[in-house]
């Protein structure tokens, strides 16, 4: 039930236009509660209460995963790390990181933070990376097109 519970969070992160054209039959308002809310529902056998309330990565991930958690969220974090290392540069042995590392810094630290569980990890490599990049590859672009026309 957990598994069943957390790859549908993960269809759930896809923009609905996308839900609609994989034809997958997804209500998001259904989904309106927490990872905490669903493990105490599964694990008492009581009717789901929406509180949301907050679970752990390693609660959650045994619910979920059983032993495979550990190397599923190991793979997870080496890939977080990797994303997030995208925002920092080197250069002749000075660290500099980008105004966009910098925007979403609060969520590099909350990301560790007990609440979710590996679905919010998968969800961030999934969607939030590669939205957040986008967003801010516009926000660049727009301003160096304003520069330009402010220069003439």
Known sequence: ???DFFF????????????????????KDELDYSEGDYLVSVSTNTVLLPGYRVASHLGLGLATFGL???????????????????????KKEKIVYSLAGLAIVFDMVGRFRNAS????????????????????????????????????
């Open 68 to 90: 495979l958690y550990f190397p599923i969220q190991y793979l997870l974090l080496v890939i977080l790390f990797c994303l997030f290392d995208t925002f920092v540069d080197v």
């Open 117 to 152: 569980g590996c679905v919010s990890d998968a969800g961030f490599i999934q969607r939030e990376y590669w939205q957040n990049l986008f967003l801010y590859w516009i926000t660049f672009k727009s301003s160096i097109f304003v520069a330009n026309i402010l220069k003439k």
């Open 8 to 27: 549908d969070r993960l269809l759930a992160n896809f923009p609905a236009p996308i839900i609609k054209m994989l034809s997958v039959n997804i209500d």
């Open 1 to 3: 039930m957990m598994r």
